[in-house]
T-cell receptor, first 112, second 117 residues
Framework: DTEVTQTPKHLVMGMTNKKSLKCEQH?????MYWYKQKAKKPPELMFV???????INESVPSRFSPECPNSSLLNLHLHALQPEDSALYLC???????????FGPGTRLLVL | AQTVTQSQPEMSVQEAETVTLSCTYD???????LFWYKQPPSRQMILVIR??????QNATENRFSVNFQKAAKSFSLKISDSQLGDAAMYFC??????????????FGGGTRVLVKP
């Protein structure tokens, strides 16, 4: 099973809303990632969690707040977003240090 | 910092024909990994093929094969016997083998592949 799941598939929110994106994998992978992808562009790395600890934060604004409650679950909490934050948010996980990243289907976010 | 360049924004291929996508990268490291990912309209990034830099043999995966030229820092993808389901955006990606680099993927800008029936 190489499945990474993400919910919701689509999300529309206002600039004053608080929402969360969820990513889940049950493959025993110990590293999980959040990427942001704008239309017709490659994914941009936001955060990396390794063994449930934040290991990389690519200077992401504080209105994005990641959380890794356990080894299977990764959340991205959203608050006071801007319209330019509208994008596809991809989650990925990786089994081990030299292994490949497996991506989820993404959440398409629209901020009004 | 490493950079990955895909010089072809879009490629068109006839069904059952072959298409080759270009990718070049810039690095001072000797040990690294290269990947091709496919992203169809469904949006999910799907791994197509992976190459370890220390391996001289080119990776193959069914109809997909790569031409890895380490000295030239080139990593092209060949899709043989193209099928309608191959239509997608293809991203070339680089990952350092250095643990401190955090296993970050550096992506190229992507090449859109259109398959004509």
């Amino acid at each position: 099973d190489t499945e990474v799941t993400q919910t919701p598939k689509h999300l529309v929110m206002g600039m004053t809303n608080k929402k969360s994106l969820k990513c889940e994998q049950h493959m025993g992978h110990r590293a999980m990632y959040w990427y942001k992808q704008k239309a017709k562009k490659p994914p941009e790395l936001m955060f990396v969690y390794s063994y449930e600890k934040l290991s990389i934060n690519e200077s992401v604004p504080s209105r994005f707040s990641p959380e890794c409650p356990n080894s299977s679950l990764l959340n991205l909490h959203l608050h006071a977003l801007q319209p330019e934050d509208s994008a596809l948010y991809l989650c990925a996980s990786r089994p081990g240090p030299n292994e490949t990243q497996y991506f989820g289907p993404g959440t398409r976010l629209l901020v009004l | 910092a490493q950079t990955v360049t895909q010089s072809q924004p879009e490629m068109s291929v006839q069904e059952a024909e072959t298409v080759t996508l270009s990718c070049t990268y810039d690095t001072s490291e000797s040990d690294y990994y290269l990947f091709w990912y496919k992203q169809p309209p469904s949006r999910q990034m799907i791994l197509v093929i992976r190459q370890e830099a220390y391996k001289q043999q080119n990776a193959t995966e069914n109809r997909f094969s790569v031409n890895f030229q380490k000295a030239a820092k080139s990593f092209s993808l060949k899709i043989s016997d193209s099928q309608l389901g191959d239509a997608a955006m293809y991203f070339c990606a680089y990952r350092s083998a250095i643990k401190a680099a955090g296993n970050k993927l550096t992506f190229g800008g992507g090449t859109r592949v259109l398959v004509k029936p």
